[in-house]
């Protein structure tokens, strides 16, 4: 008997069987699709490719603006409704096996890559690093890890009721931050944590929004409120940092929400090309790098140092790499536990 492939998962993990809105994929594509060239450039970075130093840093500080902000806003839009009709256990369960395990595995998935790679790699790995810890998390495996934190500590209060999980949400996208501005997170711990209490107000932003956007009468003036707040922010932002330099909250936190109004609000929301890395955004974010990584060093082994075939095979393998063998995965008994 054939094995059915499962549906691929959103970046953000709503609850399976929802239904689902065109619009948020839609947003999920696009920020996937930034994460991939964002990735790409700064792997070319690390690499004897001569990049414009003044074109990197404002292309690099534009995405890092908002790009992972934006998925913290989205994951909270579903957040309320997801936990209000989970039981623990399987809110637990889903947890460890769609976000932890996938973390786990890719982590010596991507040790192992860069062990074999050796010298081609911008940084290499010897074979002595897979015994590494999977916590800190590995690079950009972060992200499952700061989501998985957060999500577990917001569904303490909403499997209470839904005004403790308000509550309890607000406090601690209050507290979180604080802690780490005052500097009150353990050092032994700080490296593991501060990525879920910095993102924290991002998802709490997101399910505060998520009623009137899901549910609530939409108004076209909306979308090009979004618009403006998102070339807003890009406008405003210093989008040449200094090392080190964080982005502003507010201005991440408007061009999130305004990216997401603006692909609400046109047809940027039914297009199917970010509709569909949107459903596939989860195995993407996990699987790109591996990809891209692999055609920066392919071309390069040829001398290839052209900056925009780079970048443009680059972000074409870190998406359809994924999307070619998400399908062949679901077919194997790893597949899920993989992310595919």
């Not at 460890?96 to 081609?120: D, E, I, K």
């Not at 972060?142 to 577990?152: E, G, N, R, T, Y």
């Not at 070339?231 to 989008?239: E, H, I, P, Y």
């Not at 200094?242 to 061009?255: E, K, Q, V, Y």
Request: no cysteine.
């Amino acid at each position: 008997m054939p094995i059915q492939a499962p549906r691929p998962e959103p970046l953000d993990l709503p609850p399976r069987g929802a239904a689902r809105e065109s619009w948020l994929d839609a947003a999920r594509g696009i920020g996937i699709l930034l994460v991939v060239l964002g990735h790409a450039l700064r792997g070319l970075e690390d690499s004897p490719v001569a990049l414009d130093p003044g074109l990197f840093a404002t292309l690099d500080a534009a995405i890092y603006l908002f790009h992972m902000p934006l998925f913290f806003v989205l994951a909270g839009i579903t957040f309320p409704r997801s936990a209000q009709r989970r039981p623990a256990t399987a809110f637990l369960r889903t947890r460890l096996t769609r976000l932890l395990l996938p973390m786990l595995l890719w982590t010596y998935v991507f040790l192992a890559f860069r062990a074999l790679a050796g010298s081609a790699a911008n940084h290499p790995a010897g074979l002595e690093d897979l015994l590494r810890w999977p916590l800190p998390p590995y690079q950009h495996l972060w992200f499952l890890w700061a989501l998985f934190l957060i999500q577990m500590a917001a569904f303490a209060g909403f499997a209470g009721s839904r005004r403790l999980g308000w509550i309890l949400l607000a406090v601690l996208s209050v507290a979180g931050p604080a802690a780490l501005a005052l500097y009150l997170v353990p050092h032994a711990v700080i490296k593991s944590v501060e990525p879920a209490l910095s993102h924290l107000p991002f998802f709490a932003v997101g399910a505060l929004i998520g009623v009137p956007l899901l549910v609530g009468r939409w108004r076209p003036w909306l979308g090009w409120a979004g618009l403006a707040a998102f070339g807003a922010s890009l406008a405003l932002a210093d989008l040449s940092p200094a090392p080190g330099d964080r982005p502003a909250f507010l201005l991440s936190l408007a061009a999130a929400v305004g990216l997401i109004a603006m692909v609400r609000g046109s047809a940027l929301g039914r297009t199917r090309w970010a509709v569909t890395l949107g459903r596939n955004s989860l195995f993407i974010y996990l699987a790109h790098t591996l990809f891209s990584s692999a055609t920066r060093i392919a071309l390069l082994a040829v001398g290839i140092e052209d900056v925009a075939l780079h970048v443009t095979l680059g972000v074409a393998a870190g998406v359809a790499g994924p999307l070619l063998a998400a399908p062949l995965l679901r077919r194997t008994r790893i597949g899920a536990a993989l992310g595919a």
